[in-house]
């Protein structure tokens, strides 16, 4: 979404954008030409922008006409080997998702469109997530042969229950912004137009109220629904970098980039 009402853009990145309207920040992902896909450059500053933010609400959504798509398969797992993508993991949980999953600023998710994927984690990472009727959730990392990131384990199942999110996570079914809304994996849908009116006064509501005893209360949160991010990031990470070795992971690439339906082997 590039235009937002009084908003002052403050910094610009290469990948993001990062912009403020009183107590509040922006960060939009700007690659709307592949919809909005995950690069390296993507994730470190994402990690950058909230790790430095001063404002006391955050509202992450996405250039449409997408929120984000996941990963850039072409990018960052370089080739159907997967092999460079496995020599960047580390058993640790991913620094963009620490920065926000981590964070004592209230976070909000304008999901304007697609948000599958890595894409559906960054949603999930959010306190609040406000939908368009044009958004799409869908978990689609069992269709390339990997484990979802730690939100789709530590939070999906809070929101929609185990049942819906093991139905979600086995699946890789997309789900629209009537049945997010259904299932309570958005608190509201509005009309695309009114996506950033609506966040940003969601935004300045949370705002408004005093950083101190909002920072106490995501630290409450944290304590009492969350799992230790960090020693899960670390189990994801170990177990993608199996995954990635898979035949199946590489049927399910190349199939992706040949658009065509994969045969997994279970090997």
């Given at each position: 979404m590039?235009?937002?009402p009084?908003?002052?853009?403050?910094?610009?990145?290469?990948?993001?954008?990062?912009?403020?309207?009183?107590?509040?920040?922006?960060?939009?992902?700007?690659?709307?030409e592949?919809?909005?896909?995950l690069?390296?450059?993507t994730?470190?500053?994402?990690e950058?922008a909230?790790r430095?933010?001063?404002?006391?609400?955050?509202?992450?959504?996405?250039?449409?006409?997408?929120f984000?798509?996941?990963?850039?398969?072409?990018?960052?797992?370089?080739?159907?080997?997967?092999?460079?993508?496995?020599?960047?993991?580390?058993p640790?949980?991913?620094?963009a998702?620490?920065?926000?999953l981590?964070?004592d600023?209230?976070?909000?998710?304008a999901?304007?469109?697609?948000a599958?994927?890595?894409?559906?984690?960054?949603?999930?990472m959010?306190?609040?997530?406000?939908?368009?009727?044009?958004?799409?959730?869908?978990?689609?990392?069992i269709?390339?042969?990997?484990?979802?990131?730690?939100?789709?384990?530590g939070?999906?199942?809070?929101?929609?229950?185990?049942?819906?999110?093991?139905e979600?996570?086995?699946?890789?079914?997309?789900?629209?912004?009537?049945?997010?809304?259904?299932i309570?994996?958005?608190?509201?849908?509005?009309p695309?137009a009114?996506?950033?009116?609506a966040?940003?006064?969601?935004?300045?509501?949370?705002?408004?109220?005093?950083?101190?005893?909002?920072?106490?209360?995501?630290?409450?949160?944290?304590?009492?629904?969350?799992?230790?991010?960090?020693?899960?990031?670390?189990?994801?990470?170990?177990?993608?970098?199996?995954?990635?070795?898979t035949?199946d992971?590489?049927?399910?690439?190349?199939?992706?980039?040949?658009?065509?339906?994969?045969?997994f082997a279970?090997?």
């Amino acid at each position: 979404m590039d235009s937002v009402p009084k908003v002052r853009e403050t910094t610009m990145y290469q990948e993001i954008g990062y912009e403020t309207a009183g107590d509040v920040g922006v960060i939009t992902l700007r690659r709307p030409e592949a919809r909005n896909a995950l690069t390296f450059t993507t994730y470190r500053e994402l990690e950058e922008a909230v790790r430095g933010t001063t404002a006391r609400c955050l509202i992450i959504t996405g250039a449409d006409p997408a929120f984000c798509s996941g990963d850039d398969v072409k990018v960052v797992m370089a080739s159907a080997s997967g092999k460079a993508a496995t020599a960047k993991l580390e058993p640790r949980l991913t620094p963009a998702a620490d920065a926000i999953l981590n964070s004592d600023t209230p976070v909000i998710a304008a999901v304007n469109g697609a948000a599958v994927g890595w894409g559906m984690e960054l949603a999930l990472m959010a306190d609040l997530r406000v939908a368009s009727e044009k958004a799409r959730f869908g978990e689609l990392f069992i269709k390339r042969g990997l484990c979802c990131d730690v939100p789709g384990l530590g939070r999906l199942a809070q929101l929609v229950g185990r049942e819906r999110a093991a139905e979600l996570l086995l699946t890789g079914d997309i789900i629209d912004a009537s049945e997010a809304l259904r299932i309570g994996l958005v608190s509201r849908v509005v009309p695309h137009a009114q996506l950033m009116q609506a966040a940003m006064e969601l935004a300045k509501k949370v705002a408004a109220n005093p950083p101190l005893a909002a920072r106490r209360i995501k630290q409450g949160l944290r304590r009492a629904l969350d799992p230790d991010w960090r020693e899960l990031g670390a189990w994801v990470s170990t177990s993608l970098s199996e995954l990635f070795k898979t035949e199946d992971h590489q049927e399910g690439v190349r199939a992706f980039l040949e658009k065509r339906e994969p045969k997994f082997a279970g090997r």
